[in-house]
């Protein structure tokens, strides 16, 4: 079993703040980090993919690090807004084709 | 945008039935996968299925389950004697190549629950 380790586990912010959580995980036989928002009721939905050491990936208000020899990820939230609510997993994945995957960081952004 | 879809959202079945879940995936997608969330734990691999077979499969993944491509579009997880313990969120996946640089896209899943 890979430990996949994500924190913290909840977060409660103010629209407008900017938040980040962060996602530990083996540094060996590293193959990808990947970054899902999932929102109740929906799919996981994928936000980032992220291969090499020092990957850096954007996407409007939100991005993600990668340090691969550390074995950390950071997602960031600039200026968090409502309907950025969710529960945000990271996965890794090592040479095989499962994804491990952490518990989530659920996050409320109110107005 | 292509979805992955799933069927039913919501299975309540009795302890020692067999279920069936139901998954489409997109249709120019080759890896297909299961996962499962039991209420306050990590998502969990279960199975991943490639060219009509299970190219990994966990721990999880006992002689209580199989999965079938049975007609080229559906991909589906058999459970032939549910547990209370299989009470959980399954969901499906698929990937158009199993390269790691790519992301899964996720259906929103079956709620099994098992009483």
Not at chain 1, 39 to 67: C, H, Q, Y
Not at chain 2, 29 to 55: D, M, P, T
Not at chain 2, 56 to 80: A, C, H, M, W, Y
Request: contains cysteine.
């Amino acid at each position: 079993i890979l430990n996949v380790e994500q924190s913290p586990q909840s977060l409660h912010v103010q629209e407008g703040d900017s938040t980040n959580f962060t996602c530990s995980f083996p540094s060996s036989n590293f193959y990808a980090l990947h970054w899902y928002r999932w929102e109740t009721a929906k799919s996981p939905e994928a936000l980032f993919v992220m291969t090499l050491n020092g990957d850096e990936k954007k996407k409007g208000r939100i991005s993600a690090t990668l340090n691969t020899k550390e074995g950390y990820s950071y997602l960031y939230i600039k200026g968090s807004q409502p309907e950025d609510s969710a529960t945000y997993l990271c996965a890794f994945k090592n040479s095989g084709y499962a994804l491990n995957f952490g518990k989530g960081t659920s996050l409320l952004v109110t107005p | 945008e292509p979805e992955v879809t799933q069927t039913p959202s919501h299975q309540v079945t009795q302890m020692g039935q067999e279920v069936i879940l139901r998954c489409v995936p997109i249709s120019n997608h080759l890896y297909f996968y299961w996962y499962r969330q039991i209420l306050g734990q990590k998502v969990e691999f279960l199975v991943s299925f490639y060219n009509n077979e299970i190219s990994e499969k966990s721990e999880i993944f006992d002689d209580q389950f199989s999965v079938e491509r049975p007609d080229g579009s559906n991909f589906t997880l058999k459970i032939r004697s549910t547990k209370l313990e299989d009470s959980a969120m399954y969901f499906c996946a698929s990937s158009g190549t199993g390269r790691p640089g790519y992301g899964y896209t996720f259906g929103s899943g079956t709620r099994l629950t098992v009483v």
